[in-house]
């Protein structure tokens, strides 16, 4: 089925591990984003991609690292984790929207729960 | 900066009990403002984008307004499969960043 895939789906981690979690989409969207979603807040961005090679920060990017060298794939690098990193992560994939507007018919993955201890 | 606040933070319905969820947000030039649905261990699930106020989008038995200072969320005759979260978020003009609201958490008996 077409969709956006993340991997894995449950992770645990030890402070100042780090760690790549993975997202591929294969419906040829240009747009592609980081989230995390923590109790009792909305959904914060962390970085996002408006196509191959290009990245920007969103709302929360400190501690992430991420790369977009194909327009298929869009991994975010934890780089030593903190227990404040301790979420649930989603990966979200657009088509260009009306104006360019991102997140228009867009596509999340399942999830990444990730835990720090 | 940017603010959305959904209410209520959950409802419950009978099945068929008509009932409408509130957005509400403070956003300098809106570019879009987007409904999500977003069931337990899954990732949101588009809904609509609206775009200026004054426009109305329709899908099954939901229905989504917009004026320049809220969004409803319509849902008519609700079904137990309507269950879940339903999530608002708006774009303003010039930025890729979105500002999520908290979500409203719906649950319909039948």
């Known amino acids: 089925n077409a969709g956006v895939t993340q991997t894995p789906k449950f992770q645990v981690l030890k402070t100042g591990q780090s760690m790549t979690l993975q997202c591929a989409q294969d419906?040829?969207?240009?747009?592609m984003s980081w989230y995390r979603q923590d109790p009792g807040m909305g959904l914060r961005l962390i970085h996002y991609?408006?196509?191959?090679?290009?990245?920007d920060q969103g709302e929360v990017p400190n501690g992430y690292n991420v790369s977009r060298s194909t327009t298929e794939d869009f991994p975010l690098r934890l780089l030593s984790a903190a227990p404040s990193q301790t979420s649930v992560y989603f990966c979200?994939?657009?088509?260009?929207?009306?104006?360019?507007?991102?997140?228009?018919?867009?596509?999340f993955g399942q999830g990444t729960r990730l835990t720090v201890v | 900066e940017d603010q959305v606040t959904q209410s209520p933070e959950a409802l419950r319905l009978q099945e068929g009990e008509s009932s409408s969820l509130n957005c509400s947000y403070t956003?300098?030039?809106?570019?879009?403002l987007f409904w999500y649905r977003q069931d337990p261990g899954k990732g949101p699930e588009f809904l609509f984008t609206?775009?200026?106020a004054g426009e109305e989008k329709e899908k099954e038995r939901l229905k989504a307004t917009l004026t320049k200072k809220e969004s409803f969320l319509h849902i008519t005759a609700p079904k137990p499969e309507d269950s879940a979260t339903y999530l608002c978020?708006?774009?303003?003009?010039?930025?890729?960043?979105?500002?999520f609201g908290r979500g409203t958490s719906l649950i319909v008996h039948p």
């Open positions: 979200a994939s657009s088509p260009r929207g009306q104006g360019g507007l991102m997140n228009t018919e867009a596509f």
């Open positions: 419906m040829n969207h240009e747009y």
């Open positions: 991609s408006v196509g191959a090679g290009i990245t």
């Open positions: 956003v300098s030039g809106l570019r879009g």
């Open positions: 609206l775009y200026s």
């Open positions: 978020a708006v774009h303003r003009g010039g930025s890729y960043i979105p500002t």
